[in-house]
């Protein structure tokens, strides 16, 4: 089935078009690309921005949508009630869910796989950037699977993400620990 098929697909808002210099209306939270990670939002790479206008709530986040990368690495990410009102800027496009045939968790997966990927390369091949337009997004296909199936992929890959983001927390705190003992002259244990 066509991702048009299943989803409403909007474009990322154009930042240039709302950022204020000065007499803000509001600041908010932008997810930039590099904040999508393997299904996960991270929130150290969210940035604040401030807006000249009040957005329109439909380039803004809300729990359950997918926002997906148009530029490499291509992948997505599922936006849970922790990332509800995030600005999705033009480098991204989000998807809400209106089939209800398909499971979220197991979107994000095929969105993050390999065959998703090789969809999308065979779409941009010939364009030197490698920018996925919302057309060539819409006309990607998701395989059917039983709907027990997709709970069960779907599952699987929020847990591997999880893992992903627990482990590269680990690492990050024993480099943290490595460089306080070489700061310390190695006396810390």
Do not use: W
Not at 145 to 166: H, P, T
């Amino acid at each position: 089935m066509l991702i048009s098929e299943i989803f409403d697909v909007t474009s990322g808002q154009v930042m240039s078009r709302i950022t204020a210099e000065f007499d803000e209306v509001e600041i908010r939270k932008v997810l930039l690309p590099k904040a999508i990670n393997d299904g996960n939002v991270l929130k150290d790479e969210l940035v604040d921005n401030k807006m000249k206008v009040q957005l329109d709530a439909s380039k803004m986040t809300m729990e359950g949508d997918i926002v997906i990368k148009l530029s490499t690495p291509y992948g997505g990410c599922l936006i849970n009630s922790e990332n509800v009102g995030l600005v999705v800027p033009s480098f991204c496009t989000i998807l809400r869910k209106k089939n209800h045939n398909f499971d979220t968790k197991y979107l994000i997966a095929y969105i993050n796989s390999k065959p998703f990927a090789d969809q999308v390369l065979s779409k941009v091949t010939g364009n030197s950037i490698g920018i996925l337009s919302v057309g060539q997004l819409k006309s990607i296909d998701v395989p059917e699977l039983s709907l027990d199936k997709q709970v069960v992929i779907g599952n699987e890959f929020m847990k591997m993400a999880k893992n992903k983001e627990l482990l590269e927390k680990l690492i990050e705190l024993q480099h943290e620990k490595i460089e306080t003992m070489i700061m310390g002259g190695g006396n810390n244990d």
